[in-house]
Nanobody, 124 residues
Framework: QVQLVESGGGSVEAGGSLRLSCAAS????????KGWFRHVSGKEREGVGA???????YYADSVKGRFTISQDAAKTTVYLQMNSLKPEDTAMYYC??????????????????WGQGTQVTVSS
């Protein structure tokens, strides 16, 4: 059974940093790409960034230059390093993995596995 488990969320002051991790298990074939999304109640889910199995990364304009996605050599764990955090980064962050094509990296329909989420709260 495919499972994605996020960790590393918490509360931090503006300007601080957090590192989220997403551990994947149960795959017989490594997914083509993994992504991070975030959601605030009352708003649409937003793609934060994605990393392809071969290495290329993509980011939302709102986090470009502040957030970095990486993965371990085994490609079972993906990380989201978040620096210079702002109050507007406050959200539930979800890890996702997928193999589907059609739409950009930030299209949720491309992902077929999702984690339970980890809360990130940034205070001003």
């Amino acid at each position: 059974q495919v499972q994605l488990v996020e960790s590393g969320g918490g509360s931090v002051e503006a300007g601080g940093s957090l590192r989220l991790s997403c551990a994947a298990s149960g795959y017989t074939v490594t997914p083509n790409f993994k992504g991070w999304f975030r959601h605030v109640s009352g708003k649409e889910r937003e793609g934060v960034g994605a990393i392809y199995r071969s290495g290329p990364t993509y980011y939302a304009d709102s986090v470009k230059g502040r957030f970095t996605i990486s993965q371990d050599a085994a490609k079972t764990t993906v990380y989201l390093q978040m620096n210079s955090l702002k109050p507007e980064d406050t959200a539930m962050y979800y890890c996702a993995a997928g193999d589907r094509y059609g739409g950009g990296w930030s299209s949720p329909s491309r992902y077929n596995s999702w984690g339970q989420g980890t809360q990130v709260t940034v205070s001003s």
